[in-house]
């Protein structure tokens, strides 16, 4: 089992950044691609940013295309997304989880999940 804690969340103002941190403990050698998702009130939960296990491939929703960046440190077990150019309808708890696959974007694919941090832009 993987245990996941989202950090890094809060209030900013349209236009600012947050960078938000996920670090995996446990049985982190069975983890490979690792990703972001969110869900706003109302919502579907829908993929913001997924990484390989290597880094070296990443997606991003078009929604977040640009100002959002993904990046992983193997050695400490984290994954990290940046958050430029924050707006309204980024609004939503975040979650990170990890999966077995290598690489995925897929909501069912990924096996662990986070409790999710808040993030909140006020326009």
């Known amino acids: 089992q993987v245990q996941l804690v989202e950090s890094g969340g809060g209030l900013v103002q349209a236009g600012g950044s947050l960078r938000l941190s996920c670090a995996a403990s446990g049985r982190t050698s069975s983890t490979y691609a690792m990703g972001w998702f969110r869900q706003a009130p109302g919502k579907e939960r829908e993929v913001v940013a997924a990484i390989s296990w290597s880094g070296g491939s990443t997606r991003y929703a078009d929604s977040v295309k640009g100002r959002f960046t993904i990046w992983r440190d193997n050695a400490k077990n984290t994954v990290y997304l940046q958050m430029n150019s924050l707006k309204a309808e980024d609004t939503a708890v975040y979650y990170c989880?990890?999966?077995?696959?290598?690489?995925?974007?897929?909501?069912?694919?990924?096996?662990?999940w986070g409790q999710g941090t808040q993030v909140t832009v006020s326009s």
């Open positions: 989880a990890v999966s077995k696959f290598m690489m995925t974007i897929f909501s069912s694919n990924f096996d662990s």
